[in-house]
């Protein structure tokens, strides 16, 4: 087991895995955002007026989604209000790809969505947990879909006394291919410590000591 660092330094990564159920949606969404941007190269007018109806929907998709399926669900209503709010704005749209435009707003609403939903989860999971009594909290893991197939997984819990986070991580070397483990200690202040485990059974049992240590 080598200690490879312990110093000050921010919280753990916060990256929010999405739903299996709506990888594709937010694939379709991240794609459509993407198309964006490269209007400015060829038609800056044509840009300016995607990037301000994108700017307008958003506003709407606040407040008409409220969760990642009404999101799912409402794209030919948002491609229909659209058109009626570039209509409102004396905004041209004919050389416009509404799908996209929508979609791209739509992107930046399932961003927002997804965070909350997670923060929600977290908080869900902490006060289950503090009314049962636990001392440990697992506020974040990997779809069982990915175990065993995705390069790399990462397990998240919280101390509920104290705020301390225990990650543990499995990522492959892509040199060897072999499995490297890491265990990491984030206390409240920021200070992080993470060992490297030559093995699964090192890396459970040094998961364990820290949870004793910290309780």
């Avoid at 049992?205 to 309780?215: G, K, L, P, Y």
Wanted: charged share 20%; net charge negative; hydrophobic share 45%.
């Amino acid at each position: 087991m080598d200690n490879i660092a312990q110093s000050p330094a921010p919280s753990t990564d916060q990256s929010v895995a999405v739903p299996p159920e709506f990888r594709a949606l937010a694939t379709r969404l991240s794609a459509a955002e993407g198309q964006v941007f490269p209007l400015v190269m060829v038609d800056a007018d044509r840009y300016q007026r995607a990037v301000t109806l994108i700017g307008l929907m958003m506003r709407h998709l606040t407040v008409t989604a409220a969760t990642l399926s009404d999101l799912e669900d409402g794209h030919a209503a948002a491609v229909a209000h659209a058109r009626e709010i570039a209509s409102r704005q004396g905004l041209p749209i004919a050389d416009l790809d509404l799908d996209m435009v929508v979609d791209a707003a739509m992107s930046q609403r399932f961003r927002t969505l997804l965070v909350t939903t997670a923060r929600d989860r977290t908080s869900a999971r902490v006060e289950e947990a503090r009314a049962a009594g636990l001392p440990w909290v697992t506020v974040s893991e990997p779809d069982a879909s990915a175990l065993g197939v995705s390069l790399s997984q990462e397990w998240v819990e919280i101390h509920l006394a104290s705020g301390t986070q225990l990650v543990r991580s499995v990522s492959m070397q892509p040199e060897t291919g072999q499995p490297l483990f890491r265990v990491t200690i984030v206390d409240p202040a920021g200070g992080k410590e993470t060992v490297q485990c030559a093995d699964r059974a090192i890396w459970l049992a040094t998961a364990d000591e820290w949870r004793r240590n910290s309780s």
